[in-house]
């Protein structure tokens, strides 16, 4: 039940293309789904996240759509740039006394010039 | 504002020697957590603690001890190191909890063990 699946492991897009990450949990005391990305030889850092009261949040050229009822959560890199280019891993969290997160396993995202 | 450090950033050690990861942070953060990275695993929880004193197991806690006698302060200690131990280590720290539950990683410490 604490487990976060997320796909593709890897993804190439194209310059100016969408590049969506997908991932889905198991428990629904989850109540925190961040987003973070991570560049060549540094560590992760929080990107965007959202709570289960709204379906989507957007900032920028990313947005975080969430699904309740699927237990499902995605991100979406609009008119992605190849400064994009980096490992992203979603996570879910909260619904008790601690601030652990679960990460799901990363996607490699590559986007071309 | 030094926020979240680890060292040594890089570390090579052999089998069945004892090796200490050091992490420390200056926002004095409740929560700090110590992750290992891998291909294909993403990242797994190995010890956090919610404060000084304070430290449970994560999800492959096996291989490592924590300690944590300061707040800023949360060491890794793999007391005999095995190969299957080399990784990427990240520290991170977190707020107190009911509040955001955003976590701050440190730049990580890659360990090789031969």
């Known amino acids: 039940q604490q487990q976060v699946k997320q796909s593709p492991q890897s993804l190439i897009v194209q310059k100016g293309g969408i590049s969506i990450i997908n991932c889905a949990y198991e428990?629904?005391?989850?109540?925190?789904f961040p987003w973070y990305q991570q560049f060549p030889g540094k560590g992760p850092a929080l990107l965007i996240a959202?709570?289960?009261?709204?379906s989507e949040k957007k900032e920028g050229r990313f947005t975080i759509s969430f699904n309740k009822s699927a237990k499902q959560f995605s991100l979406h890199i609009m008119d992605s740039q190849p400064g994009d280019s980096a490992t992203y891993f979603c996570a879910a969290g909260g619904g008790g006394a601690t601030n652990k997160l679960i990460f799901g396993t990363g996607t490699l995202l590559a986007v071309q010039p | 504002d030094a926020g979240i450090t680890q060292s040594p950033r890089y570390k090579i050690t052999e089998t069945g020697r004892q090796v200490t990861l050091m992490c420390h942070q200056t926002w004095s953060h409740s929560y700090m957590f110590w992750y290992r990275q891998d291909l294909g695993h993403g990242l797994r929880l190995i010890y956090y603690?919610?404060?000084?004193?304070?430290?449970d197991k994560g999800e492959v806690p096996d291989g490592y001890v924590v300690s944590r006698s300061k707040t800023e302060n949360f060491p890794l200690t793999l007391e005999s190191a095995t190969r299957s131990q080399t990784s990427v280590y990240f520290c991170?720290?977190?707020?107190?909890?009911?509040?955001?539950?955003?976590?701050?990683f440190g730049p990580g410490t890659r360990l090789t063990v031969t």
């Open positions: 959202i709570r289960p009261d709204v």
């Open positions: 991170a720290s977190s707020k107190s909890p009911g509040g955001s539950y955003e976590q701050y």
């Open positions: 603690s919610a404060a000084a004193d304070i430290t």
């Open positions: 428990n629904t005391a989850f109540d925190y």
